[in-house]
């Protein structure tokens, strides 16, 4: 159980208000300089605090855990995902895990259609054409792109943010189809007129779009490798706001400078922040820095639903948003 007042640290500058309400209701140090902590500094943190509020910028793996001083009860993410957390080994210590669900998904639809619509109507390489002063006036054949109505949408990942996905895309004329482990509730199914492929390498094949919205896990590693990149039409557009290494980004790059498929809008990476240099100069790709949640509301809220996680345990009750391990 955590103290009334508990010590928290917080690895990364959150939004003021978020830091003003904490400075209110805990013992808390912040990270004015938004510095990333180096593994020696999170050991430090843990072996400290009696909460520590991580980012997905932090690894919080077995050996930080290690650490842990005896006062250490929570580890409360600012984030949805959870893959730089060592769950089991959270659990194994007896550490509680929290994250904020929910509070993403409208914002990571939102940036998800964006690219959607970015990448094939070329909007990037239309404003670059502008703004370095290449443009020479309309023209019949100029910079044409595709039109994304009437278009197949192939969702990877039909959760909350990919059912936001199929609502906006929707609302564009796409046809929605899905791949997930299971189909989804079938009054959900019937308003999206959304379909179920079980088998993914078929639904691929058969799609236009493609927009990865699946968690990371073990199972979604390279879950579009240069077999998967193969079976897509050289037409077809892919998206990707979910985590970098769901797709095999060296086979991305060499599908992409092939032509063997039409572009690319992709928000994360897998070796973030580091973007692969073959990505860079090609100018059917969109690049952002990692913007999914990048709203004033969405951070607020973030970190909302950290401090219910904290201020339930501090007044001995469970945390709502608790994250057990997964079973094997």
Known sequence: MLSKRPSVIVTRKLPDTVETR??????????????????????????????????VTDRIDAEVLR?????????????????????????????????????????TADLTMALI??????????ERVVREGKWGGWSPTFMMGHRISG???????????????????RAFGMQ????????????????????FWSDLDKMLAQSDVISINCPRTPATHHLLNADRLARLQPHTYIVNTSRGDVIDEEALAKALMANAIAGAGLD??????????????LPNVVLLPH???????????????????IRTMADGHRAPDRVLPQLS
Not at 28 to 45: G, H, I, M, Y
Not at 151 to 169: D, F, N, P, S
């Open 268 to 281: 994360v990476f897998e070796q973030e922040p580091r973007v692969n240099p073959k990505l860079i100069g």
């Open 67 to 107: 650490a842990a001083g005896p006062k250490l009860k929570l580890v409360a993410q600012f984030g949805a995902g959870i893959d730089n957390i060592d769950i089991a080994a959270a659990h194994r210590a007896g550490l509680i895990v929290t994250n904020t669900p929910g509070v993403l998904t409208e914002d």
């Open 291 to 309: 913007l999914g949640s990048a709203t004033v509301e969405g951070r607020t809220a973030m970190g909302e639903r950290v401090i219910i996680n």
């Open 151 to 169: 278009k197949r949408l192939g969702i990877i990942g039909m959760g909350r943010i990919g059912q936001a996905v199929a609502l906006r895309a």
């Open 176 to 195: 929605i189809h899905y791949h997930n482990r299971n189909p989804v509730n079938p009054e959900i199914e019937a308003e999206l007129d959304a379909t």
């Open 22 to 55: 904490m400075r209110e209701l805990f013992d808390v140090r912040l990270n004015a300089s938004d510095t990333a902590l180096t593994q020696a500094e999170l050991k430090a943190a843990v072996a400290e605090a009696e909460v520590l509020v991580p980012t």
């Open 117 to 126: 619509l970015a990448v094939p109507r070329r909007l990037v390489e239309g």
